[in-house]
Structures are given as structure tokens and as C-alpha cells.
């Protein structure tokens, strides 16, 4: 599988960006983002199944909404409100079996 994300860029405090993730076929699995910040380890920000059910870190609750697309192989990550402490690289990800693929990540920079 492979994973183009794309859709970072900078912002100012308070604005907002939609991310995107394209798959090379179907994902049967969960979709996730992940970001890691400059020094700090990479985390988990948001999470879909394939039926829907979506959670959340608590740092994004209420500001991140993660969406997919099954029929056009998409996961989606619309954010808003953002705040400086958002700034990262954002990677999507997914597994198959023991396997974890990865995209190669979109920059995101939240500043004034």
C-alpha cells in the first residue's frame, strides 16, 4: 500500500486546513494521522475505522474531525482552530496484518 498525503502548509493561529491521504487500493483496516513535532516523538492524533467510528488525542478533541472515503480510497483530517503547538509533520498511516504502511508526510506551521 501506499500513502500520498498532502494539504499542509502555514496558517495563522486560529485558521484552519484540510489534509489528505491517498491510498493505492481499498484500506480494510483503520486509518490513522500522526504527528510528530521538531525533538518530540510521533503521536497519534486521530483514528477511523472502516464503518466510521472515529477517537481522537485529547489535545485535538473538538478541533480535529477525521473523515475517509471508502469508494475513492481517502482519509481526510480537517482542522481547525489551530494553534501554534500544532505545528508538525503529519503522516498518515494504516496497517495490514503485521505490516505498517506510512505516507511520507505533509508540514504543517501554525504561525503569526
Known amino acids: 500500500v501506499q500513502l500520498q498525503a498532502s494539504g499542509g502548509g502555514l496558517v495563522q493561529p486560529g485558521g484552519s486546513l484540510r489534509l489528505s491521504c491517498a491510498a493505492s487500493r481499498r484500506i480494510f483496516n483503520n486509518m490513522d494521522w500522526y504527528r510528530q513535532a521538531p525533538g518530540l516523538q510521533r503521536v497519534l492524533v486521530a483514528s477511523?475505522?472502516?464503518?466510521?467510528?472515529?477517537g481522537y488525542a485529547d489535545s485535538v478533541k473538538g478541533r480535529f474531525t477525521i473523515s475517509r472515503d471508502n469508494a475513492k480510497n481517502m482519509v481526510y483530517l480537517q482542522m481547525y482552530n489551530l494553534k501554534p503547538e500544532d505545528t508538525a509533520v503529519y503522516y498518515c498511516?494504516?496497517?495490514?496484518?503485521?505490516?505498517?504502511?506510512w505516507g511520507q508526510g505533509t508540514l504543517v506551521t501554525v504561525s503569526s
Open positions: 477511523i475505522s472502516l464503518s466510521g467510528g472515529t
Open positions: 498511516h494504516t496497517r495490514a496484518g503485521p505490516l505498517e504502511y
